[in-house]
């Protein structure tokens, strides 16, 4: 016993020194913990794109050559110093790293944060240490409807949004519509999104929508044979579907290669990550979202050029989604920062940062839901069509974000089971 | 055992816990969260020392962690002492269910079992919208007696209890390696035929060691699910179960003290090597556990053992 108490006063040590040697840094900097998926299967969609922007963006601030409207070199004046941390883990782990980056590391805020789970264990931790914290990817509506939090903010919209946006673009778009199939992974975000696209849905026709089948597969499953079996024998006009990174490249080749996506209108609410994987894969007539208006969809502005250009050469792809959901974080923790002023405290802040409204590439975001923490943006759908091979899109339809955002105090599923009462749709 | 070993005890374990709440915050919260899952790896050591490897401590570890999440967040209960009792008696009663076919089985297939039951568990929490499928859902902050620390507190009011838990149930649990049935659990991992003719039930041993860890599992989940504030499906996925039983591995089996040890390191090890290495720090895990079974075979408590030999020998 002796022994272990010699080896625990050991351990507490080596964590000291380790502890002191990491939290040394220069005092004008800006400390910016950046917590994305770095290893695992969301690194290559997400965690990569994110990080690759996260870097171009941070670079430009420091430097100040971010095109106008944005001013000035660096976060009021200071260079950004990042921080990265991997997000893997679960959401217990990234807690503890949280407190890692805050405490140990002395970071001035974080910017972070793909996964559901993770986005609602963190903003009480957040609130505990009370540290500015800016979600930037994760899509679950739960965060700021179950609870209100003062640190915490997030800068792009819900999942929901998508899937509300998908059902007024089917309903609208695709002629003599009856039926409805869905095919989502077997966790929280299939399942949510499922079940946001068929209660609207049913809405907008009072009812009047069959779903033929709904299928689970397993996260990362990889297979999906006898999916797409039951998909083909319980035909449907559209099959919807919430796939994300190696899913969708695999369900798109194994689905085309038995001839579902030529018989069938297939959506792909967060297929916008594949395009640049799949293209050649996709047929022409495929519904692509892209959770926002981002990537093909991104409106027409210097900024939008300016990113897409740069990261284009340096990175080799253009820019997808969560590289758009990340440049707009930083730039929105930017702009509240410079409003706050040089030498604001956390709280003159976040009081800048709430309800703010700025122009990211992705266009127009506002900060009006969740008591000015929460964004909403506009959402846009389009059909792929080949133009000479190179990949375009045709119908595209643009929904205001007050059209397929549930409005302040709202709660996303009543919202939509009461007739999504008070939507400005035109 | 002696009253001079038990205050000498008492005293490390005032120090232990002097020190955590001295420890800046994010270190006394790694080191709660080592604690919790101490805890489980004890469990798995008494299971480990009669020869069952089980790849389903996270079912337990899951159950703890969700009867403290729901109690607080849905009946509102959120004093430490009822929830732990109410996560210990569910996991014994799912335990002494589950027990009745598990223990029948050995080896490969007890560990492929063990690890089945808490897959099934995963499969169903990840189908209940309810409790937030795959993302889980918030834990509020715990109470003791009618004493509500706030957020600011609370990870101290867990620290402390998960303190006073494995001091308390490692002696317990040193007692119950000394006594005849704890050496009954090894007999059954040299000879299970031999233990029957001495008189001895196998069934029984492995029953009630099966029961003990699942308590202690369903213990260690409840600590992790109070200081980190969040529960998820994932506690009672696979790989939650392997890195038990990777942690149990490096400590080695020799002592009670091994597992809670191992568990410290491990936390303080992927902590540096997420801050090191955030793309390969899994590298660096793997290497380590290379490490310790080329080098150690029987865990690091195998250099205490050295250690103690090397005494021995001077003195005689």
């Known amino acids: ?426 | 055992m002696k009253t001079k070993s038990l205050a000498l005890l008492f005293i490390l374990g005032l120090a232990i816990l002097a020190g955590g709440l001295l420890l800046p915050q994010w270190m006394s919260y790694l080191f709660t969260i080592a604690m919790g899952k101490g805890l489980v790896v004890l469990g798995l050591v008494l299971l480990m020392r009669a020869g069952l490897v089980s790849f389903g401590q996270g079912l337990y570890y899951c159950v703890g962690a969700y009867v403290a999440g729901m109690l607080t967040q849905f009946a509102e209960v959120t004093d430490i002492l009822l929830i732990l009792l109410a996560s210990i008696s569910v996991s014994v009663v799912i335990a002494a269910i589950i027990g009745l076919l598990l223990c029948r089985y050995r080896e490969i297939f007890f560990a492929m079992f063990s690890m089945a039951f808490s897959m099934i568990l995963y499969g169903l929490l990840v189908r209940m919208q309810v409790l937030g499928s795959t993302d889980g859902f918030n834990v509020a902050n715990p109470s003791l007696l009618g004493w509500a620390p706030g957020p600011e507190g609370a990870s101290d009011l867990v620290l402390a209890v998960a303190v006073f838990l494995v001091v308390s149930l490692g002696i317990l649990a040193w007692r119950y390696l000394n006594s005849l049935s704890g050496y009954a659990g090894e007999a059954v991992r040299e000879n299970e035929i031999r233990l029957e003719y001495l008189g001895g039930s196998v069934f029984k041993v492995v029953y009630v060691k099966y029961i003990i860890a699942a308590a202690l599992a369903a213990i260690g989940g409840t600590v992790t699910a109070l200081v980190s504030g969040h529960v998820d499906p994932e506690m009672a996925y696979w790989t939650t179960s392997g890195e038990f039983v990777f942690i149990a591995l490096m400590g080695g089996t020799a002592h009670v003290a091994a597992p809670i040890i191992a568990a410290v390191l491990f936390e303080a090890l992927r902590t540096y090597a997420f801050a090191v290495a955030p793309y390969t720090w899994q590298m660096i895990l793997g290497f380590a556990l290379l490490a310790i079974i080329l080098f150690m075979p029987s865990g690091l408590w195998s250099l205490v053992e050295r250690f103690q030999n090397k005494k021995a020998r001077k003195t005689t």
């Open chain 1, 1 to 426: 016993m002796k022994h272990s108490l010699l080896t625990a006063a050991t351990v507490a040590c080596a964590m000291t020194t380790g502890g002191l040697s990491l939290s040394a840094h220069a005092a004008d900097d800006y400390k910016l913990g950046l917590v994305t998926f770095l290893s695992g299967a969301a690194s290559g969609p997400f965690g990569i794109p994110a990080k690759n922007a996260a870097d171009l963006v941070i670079e430009a601030i420091n430097d100040g050559t971010l095109p106008a409207p944005i001013q000035g070199k660096g976060i009021d004046g200071r260079q950004i110093t990042p921080v990265y941390v991997d997000e893997a883990g679960g959401a217990t782990k990234q807690t503890s790293e949280f407190r890692n980056l805050v405490e140990r590391d002395g970071v001035d805020a974080v910017v972070g944060y793909i996964s559901s789970g993770d986005c609602l264990a963190i903003p009480a931790v957040a609130e505990e240490l009370k540290k500015l914290t800016v979600l930037f990817d994760c899509g679950t509506p739960r965060v700021f409807e179950e609870a209100d939090y003062k640190y915490v903010f997030r800068t792009h919209s819900t999942a929901s949004m998508d899937n509300i946006a998908a059902a007024h673009y089917v309903n609208d778009n695709v002629p003599e519509l009856e039926s409805v199939a869905g095919i989502n992974q077997n966790y929280s975000w299939g399942h949510d999104s499922w079940r946001d696209f068929t209660e609207t849905l049913k809405v907008l026709r009072d009812g009047d929508i069959e779903i033929t089948t709904e299928q689970f597969p397993k996260l990362f499953a990889g297979q999906y044979g006898a999916e797409i079996s039951a998909l083909q024998v319980n035909s449907a006009d559209v099959i919807h579907t919430s796939f994300w990174g190696g899913d969708t490249d695999a369900f798109v080749l194994q689905a085309a290669a038995r001839g579902l996506l030529a018989d069938n209108q297939v959506i792909f609410t967060a297929g916008e990550t594949a395009l640049n994987s799949l293209g050649e894969h996709l047929p022409d007539g495929a519904i692509i979202g892209a959770r926002g208006p981002f990537g093909p969809f991104a409106p027409d502005s210097e900024l939008n050029t300016w990113f897409q250009t740069e990261f284009t050469e340096r990175f080799g792809t253009p820019p997808t989604f969560p590289a758009y959901h990340m440049a707009h974080a930083l730039i929105g923790l930017k702009l509240a920062q410079d409003k706050a002023g040089v030498g604001a405290s956390t709280e003159e802040v976040i009081t800048a940062f709430e309800g703010l409204e700025f122009e990211g590439p992705g266009g127009k975001v506002e900060m009006s839901r969740g008591k000015g923490h929460q964004a909403a943006t506009e959402m846009v759908y389009g059909r792929l069509e080949r133009v000479d091979g190179e990949i375009t899109f045709t119908d595209i339809v643009r929904y205001p974000a007050d059209c397929v955002n549930p409005p302040e105090g709202t709660e996303t599923v009543e919202w939509i089971q009461a007739g999504m009462p008070g939507a400005e749709c035109n």
